[in-house]
């Protein structure tokens, strides 16, 4: 049952991504990128998968789209968007909202749109977890908008982060000391939220 239901939501996360409209060519390269690897990958949304696996992010706004919640990651020593690893499960939207409640405390969180917001290949260099060292790999990752109470208390999530923070929404992009994420990712996010 449980090898059905994980087919089941696999086909479902291939069709939304195929019907995902990309804003632009970053977003339409690492779309294709993203349908090979499910296509062909018997083990994608599993990161015993060596090269490349799935990972959903949050795009966390309050209610007034003023502002966005990142965590100051310690893997990246940088302020940065919430998420993490599909391990195993084909409803990203779950793994989004999941991981943004472990990793800042936050109880209050809905999605703005069960759509996909956004779609990005990211990098993820090689670094030590746990004692055991994991080799540079890929992210095929989707990214959701979520709405969260400002008025939740926040708490780190020390293992991963050392901090959880409000920032305005150009602030967030200053925050971010990992250029690559300020100009192609965080930037393009922005500018969807204010164009809802």
Same mark, same amino acid.
């Given at each position: 049952?449980?090898?059905?239901?994980?087919?089941?939501? $696999?086909?479902?996360?291939?069709?939304?991504?195929?019907?995902?409209? #990309?804003?632009?060519?970053?977003?339409?390269?690492?779309?294709?990128?993203?349908?090979?690897?499910?296509?062909?990958?018997?083990?994608?949304?599993?990161?015993?998968?060596?090269?490349? =696996?799935?990972?959903?992010?949050?795009?966390?706004?309050?209610?007034?789209?003023?502002?966005?919640?990142? %965590?100051?990651?310690?893997?990246?020593?940088?302020? +940065?968007?919430?998420?993490?690893?599909?391990?195993?499960?084909?409803?990203?939207?779950?793994?989004? $909202?999941? &991981?943004?409640?472990?990793?800042?405390?936050? /109880?209050?969180?809905? #999605?703005?749109?069960?759509?996909?917001?956004?779609?990005?290949?990211?990098?993820?260099?090689?670094?030590?977890?746990?004692?055991?060292?994991?080799? +540079? =790999? $890929?992210?095929?990752? /989707?990214?959701? $908008?979520?709405? %969260?109470?400002?008025?939740? #208390?926040?708490?780190?999530? #020390?293992? &991963?982060?050392?901090?959880?923070?409000?920032?305005?929404?150009? &602030? %967030?992009? %200053?925050?971010?000391?990992?250029?690559?994420?300020?100009?192609?990712?965080?930037?393009?996010?922005?500018?969807? /939220?204010?164009?809802?």
């Amino acid at each position: 049952m449980k090898q059905e239901n994980q087919e089941g939501q $696999l086909k479902n996360l291939i069709r939304q991504i195929r019907q995902y409209k #990309p804003c632009c060519f970053q977003e339409e390269e690492d779309r294709d990128v993203i349908l090979e690897a499910l296509l062909r990958e018997p083990d994608i949304l599993l990161r015993e998968n060596r090269l490349a =696996h799935m990972s959903a992010s949050a795009w966390v706004v309050n209610r007034e789209r003023t502002k966005v919640l990142m %965590a100051y990651h310690n893997l990246y020593d940088s302020w +940065s968007w919430l998420g993490g690893h599909a391990d195993g499960e084909g409803n990203l939207l779950d793994v989004a $909202l999941r &991981e943004v409640r472990e990793e800042s405390g936050i /109880v209050h969180v809905r #999605p703005v749109s069960e759509e996909i917001f956004s779609l990005e290949v990211l990098t993820v260099d090689g670094h030590e977890k746990k004692g055991k060292y994991v080799s +540079s =790999h $890929l992210h095929l990752n /989707v990214t959701y $908008l979520l709405e %969260a109470d400002e008025a939740d #208390p926040l708490q780190r999530k #020390p293992d &991963e982060n050392s901090g959880v923070a409000w920032f305005g929404l150009d &602030e %967030a992009v %200053a925050a971010s000391s990992e250029p690559w994420f300020q100009e192609r990712i965080y930037r393009k996010l922005n500018k969807k /939220v204010r164009a809802l």
